[in-house]
T-cell receptor, first 113, second 114 residues
Framework: KAGVTQTPRYLIKTRGQQVTLSCSPI?????VSWYQQTPGQGLQFLFE???????NKGNFPGRFSGRQFSNSRSEMNVSTLELGDSALYLC????????????FGPGTRLTVT | GQNIDQPTEMTATEGAIVQINCTYQ??????LFWYQQHAGEAPTFLSY????GLEEKGRFSSFLSRSKGYSYLLLKELQMKDSASYLC???????????????FGQGTELSVKP
């Protein structure tokens, strides 16, 4: 079974631009969560999607948004990029109802200049 | 508030045993996870505790005391490849009991020396 995949793996953007990151969960997993990882703040929860609905959201500004498609693939979007948005963005998928384990993808390394 | 504390760094010798502690104060609790993360890689699942007691899985064991807000990860027969960051995370039960939101500690950087 293929693991969680994320594209792109690396991205360099300029302040003020916007970016879209993509996550494909493990087949059969319906829950996708997004996390931001930085050296200073560690891993922080952004949001979780289940059956195309956002079921929980972390303490991030409205510039961070996401969505989930009917095939459980998810995207997150960051608008009006700031230097502080430079981070590793990780998504994790979970097979709700049978397992509590979250499987993480390799992440997208975003650098904002 | 949500607060999860772990030591920042630990050093141990190959073949030895090391215990990484984690204390938490969260507004809710629905399980505690341990993840391993090698530099530049994604976190990988190690263990999950929701009830008090010890869970053993090969060279790794994890303990939970909910009344004390305390957990530890025990690594036996340390190997060089165990050098990594170890992340403690509490699952937030709100707003749905089975939600996937994890609150992470800052991680413990373990260095295993020959």
């Amino acid at each position: 079974k293929a693991g969680v995949t994320q594209t792109p793996r690396y991205l360099i953007k300029t302040r003020g631009q916007q970016v879209t990151l993509s996550c494909s969960p493990i087949s059969g997993h319906r829950s996708v969560s997004w996390y931001q990882q930085t050296p200073g703040q560690g891993l922080q929860f952004l949001f979780e999607y289940f059956s195309e609905t956002q079921r929980n959201k972390g303490n991030f500004p409205g510039r961070f948004s996401g969505r989930q498609f009917s095939n459980s693939r998810s995207e997150m979007n960051v608008s009006t990029l700031e230097l502080g948005d430079s981070a590793l963005y990780l998504c994790a998928s979970r097979q709700t109802g049978t397992s509590d384990e979250q499987y993480f993808g390799p992440g997208t390394r975003l650098t904002v200049t | 508030g949500q607060n999860i504390d772990q030591p920042t760094e630990m050093t141990a010798t190959e073949g030895a045993i090391v215990q990484i502690n984690c204390t938490y104060q969260t507004s809710g609790f629905n399980g505690l996870f341990w993840y391993q993360q090698h530099a530049g890689e994604a976190p990988t699942f190690l263990s999950y505790n929701v009830l008090d007691g010890l869970e053993e899985k090969g060279r790794f064991s994890s303990f939970l005391s909910r009344s004390k807000g305390y957990s530890y990860l025990l690594l036996k027969e340390l190997q060089m490849k165990d050098s990594a960051s170890y992340l403690c995370a509490v699952r937030d039960p709100f707003p749905y009991g089975q939600g996937g939101k994890l609150i992470f500690g800052q991680g413990t950087e373990l260095s295993v020396k020959p």
